[in-house]
């Protein structure tokens, strides 16, 4: 009796164990269903506390370097072509002669054209003395003298097409590229010669809008050349765009006087200096990240008791990933970097960083 009595007092005091464990157990999870709850009306978004940083204004642009000048050499006249004096890497002069065409044909017509203008020079002479007594009308004497002068342009032209057999180099600089050899036949503006003149190469770049506005013809620019890291280069500005591409980028050549070193299609990068020459700035800045559709729209969410609320900034330079801020923050305040397409004015959010 004595035992059962116990048994019972110790199945009680589990039992009133296990019920006080249920109902801590229960309030545990209310609370946590309370809180979930609660944090399901927040958006998670991730922030920047808004600093003033010092900023490297330099701005680089990469891009190939091209010859200064470059051209395909082809024959003014069709024939076969009889020598060729040059071959892929010869060095050559403007006016330079690099191939010849065959000119029998054409010097038979020079001939042709000499002897009809001895004949139109002896007509013209006897029509000069004929005229001076009145054997011959001034109509007549005239048609004389237009002969004279026909014949005199036939022998101009055939010396024209002599010259002409001789294919010479229209710039100075190195053939890159020969497409032609002896007995091929040549037609007018059939490319015969690639020649390049890379004494000076021009690096093109493309500038960013918003740098355009901090470089001017004429600028020093310093270059550095991927495959060439231990040498240095520098060149000057001759060409900006007056327009830009579809990207918003303007075409910027750089040119650079080349030692020997630099080829045509290499790669180089151009480090464009600010213009009062500082390096770095101190400014304010937001990651680019941090605007609402776009920078352009000047528009980013900033943390206000709990809430996200957008306001309207205005936008200086871009550097890198960090936009200048000229006005509409005075720093310290948080503004939101990621979460931003579920945000409205108002939102309630949750910081996750």
Do not use: C, H
Not at 319 to 342: P, R
């Amino acid at each position: 009796m004595k035992k059962t009595l116990i048994y019972i007092i110790v199945a009680a005091v589990l039992i009133g164990l296990a019920a006080y464990k249920i109902a801590d157990n229960k309030k545990k999870q209310q609370t946590e269903v309370k809180e979930v709850a609660r944090q399901v009306d927040k958006i998670n978004v991730n922030v920047v506390t808004l600093t003033r940083e010092n900023i490297n204004t330099d701005y680089t642009a990469n891009g190939t370097f091209i010859p200064k000048q470059e051209m395909n050499q082809s024959a003014d006249i069709s024939g076969r072509v009889v020598s060729v004096f040059v071959k892929e890497g010869s060095r050559v002069g403007a006016g330079q002669v690099l191939a010849t065409i065959k000119r029998d044909a054409i010097e038979v017509d020079v001939t042709q054209a000499q002897n009809n203008l001895q004949n139109a020079i002896i007509d013209n002479q006897r029509y000069e003395n004929a005229f001076k007594t009145g054997g011959v009308t001034k109509q007549q004497l005239d048609n004389s003298r237009l002969q004279l002068k026909n014949m005199q342009a036939a022998v101009r032209a055939q010396s024209v097409r002599v010259n002409d057999t001789s294919i010479r180099a229209g710039i100075s600089g190195t053939i890159n590229k020969k497409m032609v050899e002896p007995g091929t036949v040549v037609a007018p503006g059939t490319p015969l010669f690639e020649i390049v003149n890379i004494n000076s190469l021009k690096l093109s770049v493309l500038v960013d809008e918003s740098q355009i506005g901090r470089i001017q013809l004429g600028q020093e620019v310093s270059i550095n050349v991927n495959v060439l890291p231990d040498e240095s280069f520098s060149g000057r500005i001759t060409f900006i765009a007056p327009k830009s591409d579809a990207s918003l980028n303007f075409p910027v050549e750089i040119e650079v006087q080349n030692r020997g070193n630099l080829k045509a299609g290499m790669y180089g990068t151009a480090l464009f200096k600010t213009n009062n020459g500082a390096e770095t700035q101190n400014m304010l800045t937001v990651p680019a990240e941090a605007f609402v559709n776009g920078v352009s729209s000047g528009q980013l969410f900033i943390v206000s008791n709990g809430t996200a609320k957008l306001i309207k900034v205005q936008t200086g330079k871009v550097y890198g990933n960090k936009v200048q801020i000229l006005s509409g923050l005075n720093g310290g305040e948080q503004v939101i970097t990621s979460g931003q397409i579920n945000l409205d004015n108002g939102s309630k959010i949750n910081i996750v960083k």
